[in-house]
């Protein structure tokens, strides 16, 4: 295993990326994700997130979704940046402006709808990569068979429109 001055290359890369998150966060004044507990949800966050998931998700995984190649070697599937979100949620009339749609991006990353790649900033209109969770919160969706079926969709409509590398910044 490769070292430099006997710390794995591993364990440099690691903490290297953990000092820049930090030094992009107090630059942009961006706090670390804290999310509330699910039952403390508003209802208007819980229908936003149930509507988004029954009604749009895979339409907009077919539309925005890529695969990305990472720093490091990691790759992503299924991802967009905030600035594609926000405008695709214009362009389909969910949103008026770009502030609606930044609020309604926040809902779906507080409802655990959608997640930034990491998990650990809220939504941003910035070119900041986000996908669709996994595993949404069956409390979040109506009920499990809408959970199932956002992984049947993501499945169905995998799209690899474009492959593009990530920001150097990231």
């Not at 890529?66 to 405008?87: A, K, L, P």
Request: net charge negative; charged share 30%; proline share 3%.
């Amino acid at each position: 295993m490769a070292a430099v001055f006997g710390t794995p290359i591993a364990e440099i890369r690691e903490k290297m990326i953990m000092i820049k998150e930090a030094m992009v966060r107090c630059v942009l004044k961006e706090e670390e994700l804290s999310l509330p507990k699910l039952e403390a949800l508003a209802p208007e966050t819980v229908l936003t997130c149930q509507r988004f998931i029954q009604y749009h998700l895979a339409a907009c995984i077919s539309a925005i979704g890529q695969s990305v190649q990472g720093t490091f070697g990691r790759s992503y599937e299924d991802v967009f940046t905030g600035e594609e979100f926000v405008s695709w949620l214009i362009n389909v009339g969910l949103a008026e402006d770009r502030t609606d749609a930044v609020e309604y991006g926040s809902k779906l990353v507080l409802g655990r709808v959608m997640e930034h790649i990491d998990k650990r900033r809220s939504f941003y209109d910035r070119s900041y990569l986000y996908c669709f969770a996994r595993d949404i919160p069956a409390s979040v969706a109506r009920s499990r068979s809408i959970n199932d079926s956002s992984d049947e969709i993501r499945d169905e409509f995998h799209v690899t429109r474009n492959t593009r590398s990530m920001p150097d910044w990231f």
